[in-house]
Each structure stands twice: as structure tokens, then as C-alpha cells.
């Protein structure tokens, strides 16, 4: 009878272990379709869009840098070109007579806190901002007092053609101007408006030749019979600048 029973409770405890071991075996293929079926909807789905892509393309277009009197104001334009240290950072070429220290920035990148802060070819970084609000930031350096950046299309005011009729004088950079021309309120064909050029106008005009002129999403545009235009942008209240930029720098200054 001993005997026997060892028997029977050696064959059950083997019965045990072979049916735990199958069901073991059930349970590890359970697991592995499952991270397989997990694996394939993953790879079928695009990956998700890291922060720093985020953040790179809500900054990048044009944006308006200025003191906090807001008497000296100047241009840049972020993009999303990788360079040392961030991305490219390309600054209005009046910026350095406003502000000195902008002459070495040419990037920028926004730190784990979400500072912003502009680099220098090295990637060290010239100023640090911290954003205030949405579209927003500021910051402060001993030499320069306290700097705003904003987007420019919180700043861009809205202008009708009665604001910019008159005369205007057409510069190379910050010198005396090589012509002046009168913007008119007059209709000069269809969506467009007169535009007189005074006796004495330089080469560089003259050969343009405008004769009518238009605003288009802000900007101001010079329109010449040929089909060809002069497209600016306003830097302050009283001038404009041509773009895009160029090293032969035009502005038109109100008279």
C-alpha cells in the first residue's frame, strides 16, 4: 500500500509539473504576441514630434527686438537650420549700431527651462532671455539695460495708405537721400496708387522707375511699368527698409 501510494503521488506530481510547465509555456507566447502586436503598431505609426522640433518651429519667422522704452528697435529672423549649438539666427544689419552686443549672434536654442538663449558662432551664449508670455520675452545685461523680444506679428500695426502718403526720400543705409518721391492717395489703375519721383533722383531710382505704388500684407510695394517692384518693411515709424536685405541696404525715410 506504501508503495503504492508513492507511486500515485509521484505520477500526480509529475502530471503537476508538465501541465504548470505548459501552461508557463502558454502564458511566455502570450506575452510575445502581445509585445509583438505592440511592436507593429508602434512601427506603423509615425513617431511623435519631440519638444525641441516643437519649439524650433513655433519660434522660427520674424521677430522684433527692442529696450524697454522701445526707442531703438531692430529685426530678427529665426529659422530652423541646425548650427553649432541651436539654430540659425540671421539679425538686421542695423541691429549692432542699437545694440553691440548683437553683432556676434548667429543662433539660437532654447535651454531644459525654456530660456531663450542667442549664441555666438562658438555656441556660447551672448544674452539670455526668459519667455514672459506666449510670443513674449525679456531679459537684461548690465551694459545694455533690459531687452524685449517679441513676434512681429504682435507688433505690426496696421497701415492704411492715408498713413504713408507723401514725401518719402529713398537712402542707401543711414546716409542723405538719393531721391525723393511722393506717395499719393490717387487711384493710378486697378489697386494701385500714384507715385511721383522729384527732379535730381540718382541712377539707381531713375532706371527703376516707379510709378505707382500699393500696401500688400503690410508691406509697402514699389511698382515700376515693367512688372518689376521694390518691396519694405517697416523698421520704425518713419522708415522703411527694402527686402529681402541686401548689402546694398535701401530705406525710405518720411521728409
Not at 55 to 82: L, P, Q, V, Y
Not at 119 to 134: C, K, M
Not at 142 to 160: F, K, V
Not at 171 to 184: E, M, Q, Y
Request: aromatic share 8%; with cysteine.
Amino acid at each position: 500500500m506504501k508503495f503504492g501510494a508513492l507511486i500515485f503521488a509521484a505520477t500526480a506530481a509529475m502530471l503537476y509539473g508538465a501541465g504548470a510547465l505548459a501552461q508557463n509555456q502558454d502564458l511566455l507566447k502570450q506575452d510575445s504576441q502581445k509585445q509583438d502586436t505592440q511592436n507593429t503598431v508602434t512601427e506603423g505609426q509615425p513617431a511623435p514630434p519631440s519638444p525641441a522640433a516643437d519649439t524650433t518651429t513655433t519660434m522660427a519667422g520674424a521677430w522684433e527686438f527692442s529696450n524697454a522704452d522701445h526707442d531703438k528697435i531692430c529685426h530678427f529672423t529665426f529659422r530652423t537650420d541646425a548650427v553649432t549649438g541651436g539654430s540659425k539666427l540671421d539679425v538686421d544689419k542695423n541691429c549692432p549700431n542699437l545694440f553691440p552686443s548683437t553683432k556676434d549672434i548667429v543662433a539660437w536654442a532654447r535651454d531644459n527651462y525654456g530660456s531663450l538663449r542667442l549664441l555666438d558662432a562658438q555656441g556660447n551664449a551672448v544674452i539670455e532671455l526668459t519667455e514672459v508670455e506666449s510670443g513674449m520675452f525679456d531679459g537684461f545685461t548690465p551694459e545694455e539695460g533690459r531687452y524685449i523680444l517679441q513676434t512681429a506679428a504682435a507688433t505690426a500695426p496696421t497701415r492704411s495708405a492715408a498713413d504713408l502718403t507723401g514725401d518719402w526720400g529713398v537712402s542707401r543705409g543711414t546716409g542723405k537721400p538719393i531721391c525723393v518721391i511722393t506717395l499719393a492717395n490717387s487711384q493710378a489703375g486697378n489697386d494701385v496708387l500714384a507715385l511721383k519721383i522729384k527732379p535730381g533722383c540718382d541712377a539707381t531710382v531713375t532706371q527703376f522707375n516707379p510709378v505707382a505704388w500699393r500696401m500688400e500684407e503690410g508691406e509697402l510695394v514699389l511698382l515700376s511699368p515693367r512688372g518689376q517692384s521694390w518691396q519694405f518693411e517697416e523698421t520704425d515709424t518713419n522708415t522703411w527698409q527694402r527686402v529681402p536685405e541686401s548689402p546694398d541696404l535701401i530705406l525710405l525715410v518720411r521728409q
